[in-house]
């Protein structure tokens, strides 16, 4: 089965520009996370989704984040206008229902930098 | 508020030694889940563990054990026998009734050949 799957791997873009990251999670999965790690804040939680819809999302840094899942099987997280303190490597990860039981199902995440 | 501390930035160890990953938890939640995962230098994160608050008993997976301890919320990570493959940043993490899973700081272990 495929795990979640997140693009672009890799991107690097100048100050100023859109950023936007893609998930697909894990066929039947009902949450779905988005995570940024950097070496100074480690992994922080940004926004989560039960059902496609967004549960929590103090942790967003600014307005210049948002995040939609418009269906089950995807959701993207923009950055507009990017800024050089937003490179990080982005994951997103999703889980089988809405307790607190289950494992995260990790992507192999989105390396911004931002130049 | 919830909150992971993995005191420990950095462990080294030559291989074969057994080498112990403290994580220490703090929450009001009655109810709660903690985890560790795995991240190689590959960067992918690895779930290895779940234990829920009501179950004390200690695991043993492999060369990996856990032992868990409510009484001074602590949920430590001891690895056998420890070798080059090992080598990763371990993160212990703390679900509670919010559904959010908040990470420790990480804990780079470097096993020396």
């Known amino acids: 089965d495929a795990g979640v799957i997140q693009s672009p791997r890799h991107e690097v873009t100048e100050m100023g520009q859109e950023v936007t990251l893609r998930c697909k999670p894990i066929?039947?999965?009902?949450?779905l996370f988005w995570y940024r790690q950097t070496m100074m804040r480690g992994l922080e939680l940004l926004i989560y989704?039960?059902?496609?819809?967004?549960?929590?999302d103090s942790g967003m840094p600014e307005d210049r984040f948002s995040a939609k899942m418009p269906n089950a099987s995807f959701s993207t997280l923009k950055i507009q206008p990017s800024e050089p303190r937003d490179s990080a490597v982005y994951f997103c990860?999703?889980?089988?229902?809405?307790?607190?039981?289950?494992?995260?199902?990790f992507g192999e995440g989105s390396r911004l930098t931002v130049l | 508020a919830q909150k992971v501390t993995q005191a420990q930035t950095e462990i080294s160890v030559v291989e074969k030694e057994d080498v112990t990953l403290d994580c220490v938890y703090e929450?009001?939640?009655?109810?709660?889940?903690l985890f560790w995962y795995k991240q190689p230098p590959s960067g992918e994160l690895v779930f290895l563990i779940r234990?829920?608050?009501?179950?004390?008993q200690n695991e043993i997976s492999g060369r990996y054990s856990w032992n868990f301890q409510k009484s001074t919320s602590s949920f430590n990570f001891t690895i056998t026998a420890s070798q080059v493959v090992d080598s990763a940043v371990y993160f212990c993490?703390?679900?509670?009734?919010?559904?959010?899973?908040?990470f420790g700081q990480g804990t780079t272990l470097q096993v020396k050949p």
């Open positions: 990860a999703s889980r089988e229902g809405f307790a607190n039981t289950g494992e995260l199902f």
């Open positions: 993490a703390l679900n509670g009734n919010t559904g959010k899973l908040i």
């Open positions: 234990r829920n608050s009501f179950d004390e």
């Open positions: 929450t009001r939640d009655t109810t709660y889940y």
């Open positions: 066929s039947g999965h009902n949450s």
């Open positions: 989704f039960n059902n496609n819809v967004p549960i929590d």
